[in-house]
């Protein structure tokens, strides 16, 4: 099988890498594929020697391809390790029943993965080790009893090496027989000749058959042409009349209580490693054979064998004649009834059996129970049988059997030992077909709410009545910052700031069992308050309230959203105010303007045509220094560019003039009296103040 290819079947590209990167670091060859569809035809295509299977892909996914191997005939007994991330035990049980052979959870280590991958390989290489030996001893049985038979002896001895010649996988097998003086053989039957009889041969011809003669030792030449006990051979006649065309030889002794009696002879045209296989199989029909050939102990056994099937005859029909007695009630059992025996032998049946199964009473007598299972189950009635040997009879073991029409049907069964019947079984049962279909229906609507549970965006959590946290979904680890394994379980008042969960089902009670896109906060991992809209609810089975249901979306990007649109609409207002300030200040400052520097005109004109003893010369300066300190502020207030305050009266605030005008550049304006140049008077008006 280590020549054979692993398999490995995981759409996930990263996954797929990290499988062979493990399998190419632990010399195991591999094949990779992202797909069941791929996978399938991979499988037809390279007879990988076992398979690495992802459970969830998308069509088909890893229980369809199961399916598929274990249907089919050629790949039913294919390895088959499933990785799963799934880490619910009915998942588990699931792929198990759908036949895979063992199982690693994602995310895996590379160590575990091979060592489960070279533990399948090694069990698998032991069946079929096992399965090897049972063929081998099934062709064993079978040249035995040929041997053991009254027909003609040479045309079985015929049959025996020709038998031995096609499981072996060579050229030419013999027997050769010698005389009591050992030097001349007879060849009294070959594979590839059914007409010979008795050819004799000189054994000083031979040397490597005498050797084997001398020893009592099985011989192996792989290698004819070189191996120096041929040497002589080689170079004589017998190499002239083709005996080169044999290239590998394997010669075992015929004996009977430590004497010789003969060979068997087997010979290859080509090359051939003669392995402890074939040298067993060789050996054992050669015992077989010189058994057979004094015809003392096979009769025996047989004499012996014919007496055991007649015990075991008697004794099963005083079991059935004891088990008479029960016919009344079991005929009227609203069960299906059978007795088997030890062996699994159907006994007794009754009508609801017979009805359930749809076989007649002759088909059911002398059948065992095991020919009637499916095929899946084969294995299951081998375990039963060795259960009942040491005394366990279980109950309610689920069976799939195929009908007498060949519909399958899912039986529970249950088995009792008859008191006083050592040896027997009773095995009552009910087709339960529609109910365990209904099962799986139910177990596959759980599985698909579950996913959808998972999938949400929105955080789904749902707790008893008792407060234990029953679901916690993929979005609800998000929000809260948590592991759904820390959470399941615990008290659902330790997700809420303190007092929040009392009051929230206090709101669903009021709102007659549900509540809508209520705003409220939860805490995270780190007892951060966490904003959140929730929608809930109360859980009924039927009349009986059971539990409650949240659902949960994560306002924390909303809020941050609304927090920068507040900010961004008072910049605008603040923006706006200014630029009214501003518009405001240019336009006191443009009307201001003309009155003021033509006071300031005619209060320096007066001051010039007065006597600066004169008390009128005084007041006239008073106002002129006035309408110059007044004619500064409207310089300030032209120059406004952002609005200040400060405070002025009680709470009263005031503009800020010198803060508003800080580094301004005014309006723009240019009104040619903004300096407030007695020379932007007008002439006429300035004889006028003169008079």
């Known amino acids: ?94 792929a198990f029943e759908a036949g895979a052979d063992d199982f690693v959870r994602k995310p895996f280590k590379p160590v575990e993965l091979v060592a489960r991958i070279r533990g399948q390989l090694r069990l698998r290489a032991v069946m079929e080790e ?17 041997l053991a ?72 030449i792989t290698d004819a042409e070189t191996h120096p006990l041929l040497e002589i051979v080689r170079h004589g006649a017998r190499a002239n009349a083709g005996a ?37 199989l060789c050996t054992t029909v050669s015992n077989a054979m010189a058994i057979a050939l004094r015809n003392a102990r096979v009769l025996q056994s047989l ?27 079991f005929e009227s059992s609203a069960d299906g009834i059978v007795v088997i025996d030890s062996e699994g032998r159907l006994l007794f049946s009754n009508p609801k059996a017979r009805e359930i199964t749809g076989y007649p009473e002759s088909d059911f007598r002398g059948r065992r129970l095991g020919d009637l299972f499916d095929e899946s189950d084969i294995s299951l009635a081998r375990e039963l049988r ?5 005394g366990h009879f279980p109950r309610g073991v689920d069976v799939r059997i195929r009908k007498k029409e060949g519909q399958r049907a899912t039986l529970s069964i249950n088995f009792n030992s008859v008191l006083r019947e050592e040896g027997v079984v009773l095995c009552s049962f009910r087709d339960v077909t529609h109910e365990r279909t209904v099962e799986a229906d139910l177990v596959k609507t759980r599985d698909f709410l579950r996913r959808i549970i998972d999938t949400s965006g929105d955080a789904i959590i749902s707790a008893d009545m008792q407060g234990r946290v029953l679901v916690f979904n993929n979005a609800a680890e998000r929000i809260y910052g948590r592991p759904t394994r820390d959470v399941i379980g615990s008290d659902v008042r330790e997700l809420y700031p303190p007092g929040v969960a009392r009051n929230i089902m206090r709101m669903i009670r009021e709102g007659g069992g549900r509540i809508e896109g209520v705003r409220t906060e939860v805490l995270d991992a780190q007892k951060n308050r966490v904003p959140v809209a929730l929608s809930a609810a109360f859980l009924y089975e039927q009349d009986t309230l059971v539990g409650s249901v949240g659902i949960f979306t994560d306002l924390r990007e909303k809020v941050r959203m609304e927090q920068r649109l507040a900010q961004a609409q008072e910049q605008l207002l603040a923006q706006e105010r200014q630029a009214i300030v501003a518009e405001l200040a240019g336009a006191a400052a443009h009307e201001l303007n003309q009155p003021l520097t033509s006071v300031m005109a005619y209060a320096e004109l007066i001051k010039r045509r007065l006597d600066a003893e004169s008390p009128v010369f005084a007041a006239v300066d008073v106002i002129f220094n006035e309408a110059e300190r007044m004619a500064e502020i409207v310089r300030k207030i032209g120059k406004i560019t952002r609005y200040e305050t400060k405070a002025y009266v009680g709470q009263a605030k005031i503009l800020d003039l010198d803060k508003a005008s800080e580094n301004g550049e005014g309006d723009g304006r240019d009104d040619g009296a903004s300096a407030f140049d007695v020379g932007a008077i007008p002439a006429h008006r300035i004889g006028k103040a003169g008079d």
Not at 38 to 56: R, Y
Not at 59 to 86: K, S
Not at 141 to 146: G, H, N, S
Not at 256 to 264: A, D, H, Q, R, S
């Open 1 to 94: 099988m280590s020549s054979r290819p692993v398999l490995v079947v995981d759409d996930d590209t990263v996954s797929r890498h990290v499988l062979c990167q493990a399998l190419g670091q632990a010399d195991l060859r591999h094949v990779a594929v992202g797909s069941g569809a791929e996978a399938l035809q991979k499988i037809q295509e390279i007879d990988p020697c076992i398979v690495v299977l992802d459970l969830v892909m998308p069509p088909p996914d890893g229980y369809e391809i199961l399916g598929h191997l274990r249907a089919r005939p050629e790949t039913r007994d294919l390895p088959v390790v499933v990785l799963t991330a799934l880490d619910a035990d009915n998942e588990i049980a699931r």
């Open 130 to 146: 096992l399965a090897r030996k049972e063929k081998d001893a099934q062709v064993v049985l079978e040249l035995t009893q040929a």
């Open 149 to 220: 038979s009254n027909l003609d002896f040479r045309g079985i001895l015929f049959t025996v090496v020709q038998r031995i010649a096609e499981v072996a996988k060579v050229d030419r097998v013999s027997i050769v027989l010698v005389s009591e003086q050992a030097d001349l053989g007879y060849v009294v039957a070959a594979s590839d000749d059914a007409e010979l009889r008795d050819l004799p041969i000189d054994l000083s011809k031979y040397p490597e058959i005498r050797q084997v003669l001398e020893n009592g030792e099985p011989l192996v």
């Open 244 to 280: 080169r065309a044999f290239a590998s030889i394997a010669i075992l002794p015929i004996l009977y209580e430590g004497k010789p009696m003969g060979v068997l002879f087997v010979r290859s045209k080509s090359t051939f490693a003669f392995g402890g296989h074939e040298l067993a």
């Open 303 to 329: 004499r012996d064998q014919t007496q055991k099937v007649n015990v075991a005859r008697f004794e099963a029909e005083r079991r059935l004649r004891s088990l008479q007695r029960y016919a009344d009630f």
């Open 386 to 390: 060795d259960g009942f040997a040491q």
